[in-house]
C-alpha cells in the first residue's frame, strides 16, 4: 500500500514537497534513483521486472508519481502502470501531462492514482477504467492505494495529519525534510500493519522511501532510502540530480 503526500504550495521555500513510501512485493527487482533518461533529463528508480518506476523528477521541475489502486486483482496482459509513469516523467509541461492522461483509453490500464505537479499546480489522477484528473488546491494531499476520499483510508488520513503537523512544526525547510524521513518510518502500534505508513506483511512491505521536492529557485532535492526507511538511511542525491538537470544554484 503505497503513500504518496504531496505539499503544495504551502511553504515559500519550495513550492513542491513530496514523501513517497513505496509498497512493493519484497521479492520483485529494482534500482534506486539514477539519471534513466535525457532530453528531458529524468532521475528516478527503476522497476526491473517492467521498466517503469514510482516517481522521479524531470529537468522541467515536473514530478510524476503514482500508486496502484487496488480495486480488484490486476490483469497481467495489461501495460505496466509504471511505465505510463515514466512516460510522464519525459513530459516538458504540466500541460503536455494533462494532454497525454486524459488521451488515456478506457481500460488501458489497472487502476491508478497519479500525482503531476510543476511546483505551480498539482492535478491528481484516478484511473479506473478511464481518468478521472482534479486539480489540487494549495496544502497537503494524502494518496495511498484507495480511491481519493473512502472510508478506512486510515493511512491517508493519518499521512496528512502527521504532515501538517511536521509542516506546522518546522522552522525552516531542512528541520521539515528531516521530520519527512521520521514520519516514512513510521510503524502503528495496534491495528493492521497495512495501516502503517512504514509496511511489513509477509512476502510484501515498504521497500524504500523518497523524498523530492523543488527549492523556491528550482533547485532539485532527492532524498532516498533504498530499503524500508525504518532500517534504511537516507541518501542525498541532490548535488547529482542539480548536475544531472543542469541547474545553477
Ligand atoms: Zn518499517
Given at each position: 500500500?503505497?503513500?504518496?503526500?504531496?505539499?503544495?504550495?504551502?511553504?515559500?521555500?519550495?513550492?513542491?514537497?513530496?514523501?513517497?513510501?513505496?509498497?512493493?512485493?519484497?521479492?520483485?527487482?529494482?534500482v534506486g534513483p539514477r539519471l534513466v533518461r535525457r532530453e528531458p533529463a529524468v532521475f528516478?528508480?527503476?522497476?526491473?521486472?517492467?521498466?517503469?518506476?514510482?516517481?522521479?523528477?524531470?529537468?522541467?521541475?515536473?514530478?510524476?508519481?503514482?500508486?496502484?489502486?487496488?480495486?480488484?486483482?490486476?490483469?497481467?496482459?495489461?501495460?505496466?502502470?509504471?511505465?505510463?509513469?515514466?512516460?510522464?516523467?519525459?513530459?516538458?509541461?504540466?500541460?503536455?501531462?494533462?494532454?497525454?492522461?486524459?488521451?488515456?483509453?478506457?481500460?488501458?490500464?489497472?487502476?491508478?492514482?497519479?500525482?503531476?505537479?510543476?511546483?505551480?499546480?498539482?492535478?491528481?489522477?484516478?484511473?479506473?477504467?478511464?481518468?478521472?484528473?482534479?486539480?489540487?488546491?494549495?496544502?497537503?494531499?494524502?494518496t495511498t492505494n484507495w480511491p481519493v476520499g473512502s472510508e478506512g483510508d486510515a493511512k491517508?488520513?493519518?499521512?496528512?495529519?502527521?504532515?501538517?503537523?511536521?509542516?506546522?512544526?518546522?522552522?525552516d525547510l531542512g528541520s521539515l525534510l528531516d521530520s519527512l524521513q521520521d514520519i516514512a518510518?513510521?510503524?502503528?502500534?495496534?491495528?493492521?500493519?497495512?495501516?502503517?505508513?512504514?509496511?511489513?506483511?509477509?512476502?510484501?512491505?515498504?521497500?524504500?522511501?523518497?523524498?523530492?521536492?523543488?527549492?523556491?529557485?528550482?533547485?532539485?532535492?532527492?532524498?532516498?532510502?533504498?530499503?524500508?526507511?525504518?532500517?534504511?538511511?537516507?541518501?542525498?542525491?541532490?548535488?547529482?540530480?542539480?548536475?544531472?538537470?543542469?541547474?545553477?544554484?
Amino acid at each position: 500500500m503505497c503513500t504518496l503526500v504531496l505539499i503544495h504550495r504551502v511553504l515559500d521555500a519550495a513550492p513542491l514537497v513530496v514523501l513517497a513510501n513505496r509498497d512493493e512485493m519484497l521479492g520483485r527487482p529494482s534500482v534506486g534513483p539514477r539519471l534513466v533518461r535525457r532530453e528531458p533529463a529524468v532521475f528516478c528508480g527503476l522497476d526491473l521486472k517492467e521498466g517503469g518506476t514510482w516517481c522521479g523528477l524531470n529537468e522541467h521541475g515536473l514530478f510524476v508519481g503514482l500508486t496502484n489502486l487496488t480495486l480488484h486483482a490486476p490483469d497481467p496482459t495489461k501495460r505496466s502502470r509504471g511505465l505510463l509513469c515514466l512516460d510522464m516523467l519525459g513530459c516538458r509541461s504540466l500541460d503536455q501531462v494533462h494532454g497525454a492522461v486524459s488521451a488515456t483509453g478506457a481500460g488501458a490500464y489497472n487502476p491508478f492514482n497519479m500525482v503531476a505537479s510543476d511546483g505551480t499546480r498539482a492535478m491528481r489522477v484516478r484511473y479506473d477504467d478511464r481518468p478521472a484528473i482534479e486539480w489540487l488546491e494549495p496544502g497537503v494531499h494524502a494518496t495511498t492505494n484507495w480511491p481519493v476520499g473512502s472510508e478506512g483510508d486510515a493511512k491517508r488520513v493519518w499521512s496528512e495529519t502527521r504532515v501538517k503537523q511536521a509542516v506546522s512544526d518546522a522552522p525552516d525547510l531542512g528541520s521539515l525534510l528531516d521530520s519527512l524521513q521520521d514520519i516514512a518510518r513510521t510503524h502503528e502500534r495496534d491495528g493492521d500493519p497495512r495501516a502503517s505508513i512504514c509496511c511489513h506483511v509477509p512476502g510484501y512491505g515498504t521497500r524504500s522511501s523518497s523524498i523530492v521536492a523543488r527549492t523556491a529557485d528550482g533547485g532539485p532535492i532527492y532524498r532516498y532510502s533504498d530499503g524500508p526507511p525504518c532500517e534504511a538511511r537516507f541518501e542525498d542525491f541532490s548535488a547529482v540530480v542539480a548536475e544531472a538537470f543542469g541547474h545553477q544554484p
